[in-house]
């Protein structure tokens, strides 16, 4: 009696495929992976993940935290990694928290970076590396906080359904 065939699947130690953003999408919201992700739209919000790769038409508002971080677009938010590349296309304008940055001859970085033995076990880096000046007339009713506005149920392309986050594109033209 012959083995049985083994089953195809994941293997131990392999990298899976990347989940794509692809340049025609929109998100409002913050995105969490143990995997890979690769982002060539937009993202308004926070990205956690093992590596990230952000495309040249990319645009990401947020903070940043990935063991592996390669930018080619543009970021506006802290960034947490261990390995940082910022590529000649890219433009950032954030705090950097790295084990190990490179930054490629026409890359644009504004902002402050700073290395770190464990960039990504640190709490938020954005208020370590820069403090906003206080306003002079602070502790007002004026100056509390105030909700983001919710968009209306059709305006949004992501769906927050009981904790997980469903994507709608939008329809084809």
């Known amino acids: 009696m012959a083995a049985p065939a083994p089953i195809p699947g994941k293997r131990p130690g392999t990298r899976s495929v990347p989940s794509i953003i692809s340049g025609d ?6 995105l969490t992976a143990t995997g890979d992700i690769q982002v060539d739209g937009t993202v308004e919000g926070d990205i956690r993940s093992q ?4 495309g040249e038409k990319a645009s990401i508002t947020g903070e940043i935290v990935a063991e592996d971080i390669v930018i080619r677009g543009r970021v506006m938010g802290t960034i947490r990694g261990r390995r ?6 890219c433009h950032v304008e954030g ?13 644009f970085f504004e902002g402050n970076c700073r290395h770190s033995d464990d960039p990504i076990g640190q709490a938020s880096s954005g208020a370590s590396l820069r403090q906003p000046p206080k306003p002079a007339n ?15 149920p059709g305006d949004s392309p992501v769906v927050v359904n009981d904790g997980g ?4 594109r939008p329809a084809a033209q």
């Not at 999408?25 to 913050?30: A, M, P, R, S």
């Open 165 to 168: 986050v469903v994507v709608k």
């Open 138 to 152: 602070s502790g007002g009713p004026a100056d509390a906080p105030r909700p983001a506005p919710r968009a209306a």
């Open 84 to 89: 940082v590349q910022l590529s000649s296309t």
């Open 51 to 54: 590596s990230l790769t952000i």
């Open 95 to 107: 705090d950097i928290l790295h084990e190990a940055l490179a930054v490629e001859t026409g890359a």
């Open 25 to 30: 999408l929109v998100v409002h919201g913050n």
